[in-house]
């Protein structure tokens, strides 16, 4: 059993510009942690049978953009700072959508909350009050629209470093025009 999540990594190209927009708050995350998670899956998976259960997924490929910043729960009492989705948000909800649905006879409910798809930027021990930084980042939108090809399966090591994030199955989105 592993600490594992279900997350769609942006290309190389687009992580060059997300680099540009991290605002100076916090604990950063690295670029080998940028990701944007459909699906956590705690403590406990057995990434064999989730890597089964996701096998087929329907959701065709999409084009998507990143951009906005914000902050979870607020702004104003910050402990994630996270850039967001300006385009293709509806592609995220719907593979958050089908993996949720056919992990959940795994006992992997998803989330009760909406669900929000974005990349986390920066950590906070405390939280603090981070309008300032966000207000002074240009980042309406961050780096081209990309086509979204496939859902990883990460296994997650924790490191005194941070957080290690491995890719044990990729799992191809359909084509549309096929």
């Known amino acids: 059993m592993t600490r594992a999540f279900i997350a769609v990594r942006p290309p190389d190209d687009v992580l060059d510009a997300v680099a540009r927009v991290v605002p100076p708050v916090g ?37 998507v953009q990143l951009g906005g910043l914000g902050a979870f729960p607020s702004a104003r009492r910050a402990r994630v700072v996270w850039l967001g989705v300006a385009d293709g948000a509806a592609l995220f909800e719907a593979l958050a959508s089908e993996v949720g649905a056919r992990l959940a006879p795994l006992g992997h409910e998803p ?54 994030y491995l890719p044990r199955t990729i799992l191809p989105l359909p084509d549309p025009s096929t």
């Open 111 to 164: 989330e009760a909350r909406r669900f929000h798809a974005h990349l986390t930027l920066a950590r906070l021990r405390a939280p603090a009050d981070v309008r300032t930084e966000l207000g002074n980042a240009d980042a309406t939108a961050v780096g081209a629209p990309w086509t979204v090809r496939e859902v990883v399966v990460y296994e997650s090591r924790l490191r005194r470093t941070g957080a290690e």
């Open 27 to 63: 604990r950063p995350t690295t670029r080998p942690q940028w990701h944007v998670t459909l699906q956590f899956l705690g403590n406990s998976a057995d990434v064999a049978s989730v890597s089964t259960a996701l096998e087929g997924l329907t959701v065709t490929r999409g084009q």
